[in-house]
Nanobody, 115 residues
């Protein structure tokens, strides 16, 4: 079974940067979108950024102009560059790949931003 594996989370001070990466353990075909979601304690999981196979990117208003999503559909990899981090960005970040036949989720990586 194909798994998504995230890396790059950690502890950073406010104003700092982190880069999250996600790779699949096998080949995923018919990808429609790749993206990142996050879930803070006591809150619902929310969309952070997604990119479609037509090149359209979408960002949550709270991260626009600070976060940048990029990816390689052929290699099934997706990354999230996070700059000017804020304490409210603290959450578990999940990689997500949506295909025409299945949803794939990573196990999550913790991002903690100290003030």
């Amino acid at each position: 079974q194909v798994r998504l594996v995230e890396s790059g989370g950690g502890l950073v001070q406010a104003g700092g940067s982190l880069r999250l990466s996600c790779a699949s353990s096998g080949t995923i075909s018919n990808i429609r979108t790749m993206g990142w979601y996050r879930q803070a304690p006591g809150k619902q999981r929310e969309l952070v950024a997604t990119m479609s196979n037509s090149g359209i990117t979408k960002y949550a208003d709270s991260v626009k102009d600070r976060f940048t999503i990029s990816g390689d559909y052929a290699k099934n990899t997706v990354s999230l560059q996070m700059d000017t981090l804020k304490p409210e960005d603290t959450a578990v970040y999940y990689c997500h790949i949506y295909t025409s036949y299945a949803d794939y989720w990573g196990q999550g990586t913790q991002v903690t931003v100290s003030s």
